[in-house]
């Protein structure tokens, strides 16, 4: 079971908000609309990509990092060096 199971539909229902921001996107460069729009509009999806990743990694960190913490040993070690290796992909982005 993943950690993100028991919100699996509140996150499906994030995602198809974001790819309708998207779409909304290429409806505006189809239809010509003013760069500064479109401009905004990136940012609103951009923030909402990062708010989901920033979600999903918590519930990452809360289930799949916690459990094998408590385990310990190697299993706790590549959570850890995953999770950290995760974060430094949303820093970096």
């Known amino acids: 079971m993943s950690g993100y199971t028991a919100n699996r539909e509140d996150h499906l229902r994030r995602l ?3 790819e309708g921001q998207v779409r909304g996107l290429q409806r505006m460069v189809d ?3 003013y760069c ?3 401009l905004t ?3 609103a999806a951009d923030h909402a990509l990062r708010s989901f990743a920033l979600s999903l990694l918590e519930e990452h960190m809360a289930h799949c990092v916690a459990d094998a913490a408590a385990k310990g040993g190697a299993e706790a070690d590549s959570k850890v060096k995953e999770a950290t290796d995760a974060i430094a992909r ?3 982005s």
């Open 16 to 18: 198809r908000r974001i």
């Open 36 to 38: 500064i729009d479109i």
């Open 41 to 43: 509009q990136v940012s």
């Open 31 to 33: 239809e010509d609309k």
């Open 90 to 92: 949303l820093v970096r």
